[in-house]
């Protein structure tokens, strides 16, 4: 898999044939993925964090590790031996979706070579494969020669080694690029300097940072779609498609263009902001999974959506027709609502999923519809139940390559302003 896609990218033109038999490799697993199982309801009150020190940290022989960074996770550092030093991850709080985040900075006061062993205490196992950056902003995967994870019987190994070389330039290491919250920030701003866009402040979060959302389009509000991501502050990937089915969705293309006087859509690309600074795993400062808030609306993210979205109703005498959710997990995979349940536009999430995964060579979508038919306590269920909007939650594979999440991003847009600019809602 890892020839055949260096192959693909190192083409200038790639053949069609050649996507095709990505995609049939990369999707063969994917097909076996069972994702997530029965979603558990928890109490959403608030739960003590464990809030990190930001300091640097002297590991000895001239080496130093640093937290002070936006977006950070690295709690302790001991020296093991003289080539090894442990590296301690722990979460916001318990329990907690055992997929730790991790990002810090390393430099030394002379060259040297070492190797880092992370540890979660116990609690989680290693799920994101380090990345490197020499100046924050662009990371790429590390060598493959120079990570290591232990073999065991469990798919999910608890610890990784990973090879460094250090000097006195600072060496980034995180889970994932893009750390921190700057990066949605600027993808914003971007947006806004089209004239068709624009912003709205519906909250603010426990830390004071402030709940965005984005509108787009120039319709009257009778038929609205609500997009999010990032409930969960590791899960980039999810971002990464939800940021190109946007991008499509705000181009100068005929049927783009027809869509936004048809349509509004609102999107809110970051619904965590604070976890997202502070490094979290999975929850928000109030210690809690805001995609287990959408019955309670406990925590000012969930309960600030929420109320927007049903003043927007009653204020316009609208409806909300379509809905999604960005995440991220092992594969790619759907979750959608019962197929026997009818919203406000049947059949619509069916259809844009098969018709936009028809246009990848070779591949086929994971789709796994919630065989029940009462309401959730998740995002997914309040926009189907609460809204009727037709909704799904699309998880992204953390190693999906990206070129290949922009084009599920892409063609899911484009086949479903198709499908909607065809409607007629009379």
């Known amino acids: 898999m890892k020839l055949l896609y260096l192959s693909y990218m190192n083409t200038s033109k790639p053949s069609y044939i050649l996507i095709a038999l990505v995609f049939l490799i990369s999707c063969k697993s994917t097909a076996q993925w069972e994702g997530q199982g029965p979603i558990q309801i928890i109490e959403t009150t608030d739960k003590p964090v464990t809030i990190q020190t930001k300091q640097t940290f002297d590991a000895g022989e001239g080496v130093y590790f640093s937290n002070e960074l936006e977006g950070a996770r690295l709690n302790e550092v001991q020296r093991l031996n003289d080539t090894l030093i442990q590296v301690t991850i722990l979460p916001e709080n318990q329990p907690i979706n055992p997929s730790p985040w991790y990002g810090f900075k390393i430099w030394s006061e002379q060259p040297q070579e070492f190797w880092i062993q992370f540890s979660y205490g116990g609690i989680g196992f290693h799920r994101y494969f380090p990345k490197s950056s020499l100046d924050g902003i662009d990371f790429v995967n590390v060598d493959s ?52 866009v624009s912003k709205i402040t519906i909250g603010k979060s426990k830390e004071g940072r402030p709940l965005e959302v984005l509108k787009i389009g120039e319709a009257d509000d009778q038929e609205m779609l609500m997009v999010i991501s990032m409930q969960h502050p590791p899960e980039l990937t999810g971002f990464l498609a939800m940021e190109a089915f946007i991008e499509e969705l705000v181009k100068d293309s005929p049927e783009a263009k027809k869509f936004r006087k048809k349509y509004n859509l609102y999107v809110m690309p970051q619904m965590n902001p604070d976890g997202v600074a ?15 808030d959408w019955v309670n609306f406990n925590q000012p993210e969930t309960k600030a959506l929420s109320d927007f979205m049903e003043k927007k109703v009653a204020e316009t005498g609208g409806k909300f027709v379509f809905a999604a959710d960005f995440h991220s997990t092992w594969e790619d995979i759907f979750y959608t609502n019962n197929e026997e349940l009818e919203g406000n536009f049947p059949g619509l999430i069916p259809k844009v999923i098969k018709r936009s995964s028809k246009r990848i060579p070779g591949y086929v979508p994971n789709i796994r519809p919630n065989e029940g038919n009462q309401r959730s306590v998740t995002s997914n269920s309040y926009f189907f139940f609460v809204h009727q909007a037709e909704s799904m939650t699309f998880e992204v594979g953390d190693n999906t390559p990206r070129e290949i999440i922009a084009m599920k991003g892409q063609f899911l847009a484009e086949e479903l302003m198709k499908i909607l600019n065809k409607k007629n809602w009379k």
């Open 145 to 196: 020669a120079d990570f290591f994870q232990p073999k065991t019987e469990e798919r999910r190994p608890e610890m990784g080694f990973l090879k460094v070389k250090s000097s006195k330039d600072t060496l980034w290491i995180a889970a994932q690029d893009r750390i921190g919250t700057s990066h949605v920030q600027q993808w914003k701003e971007e947006l806004l300097k089209k004239d068709f």
């Open 278 to 292: 502070n490094g979290h795993w999975r929850h928000n400062v109030g210690g809690i999974d805001l995609n287990r």
